[in-house]
């Protein structure tokens, strides 16, 4: 599976941004975008990568970390093969890198490294103050 990021930039603090991830072709197990729970993760300079927001393939089910609840949304278009994180609010700490990754991890363990997960090559997203 390949994954593509798009939607980053600069954006003053209180704006928004709408990050999309596009899907391609299958992983080597056969599996494809529409069966793939995914995730949206982040990595600012001098720090760790972190989990950003997740969806199920499944049924739909979100999950969000603690310091982007209420202000990012995570939503899935499969017909489109295309994962998208809606931005509000936007603070000067949530600049970063921001990767989607195809999660083959248990339901919802988006932290978990699978066997069978893709990576995006990142797209940059900048909050001035």
């Known amino acids: 599976v390949e994954l593509v990021e798009s939607g980053g930039g600069l954006v003053q603090a209180g704006g928004s941004l709408r990050l999309s991830c596009t899907a391609s072709g299958r992983s080597a197990n056969g599996r494809t975008f529409g069966t793939y729970d995914m995730g949206w993760f982040r990595q600012a300079p001098g720090k760790e990568r972190e989990f950003v927001a997740g969806?199920?393939?499944?049924?739909?089910?979100?999950y969000y970390a603690d310091s982007v609840k209420g202000r990012f949304t995570i939503s899935r278009d499969n017909a489109k093969n295309t994962l998208y994180l809606q931005m509000d609010s936007l603070k000067p700490e949530d600049a970063a890198i921001y990767y989607c990754k195809a999660d083959s991890s248990a339901y919802g363990d988006f932290e978990t490294e699978g066997e069978f997960d893709y990576w995006g090559q990142g797209t940059q997203v900048t909050v001035s103050s």
């Open positions: 969806i199920t393939w499944s049924d739909g089910s979100t």
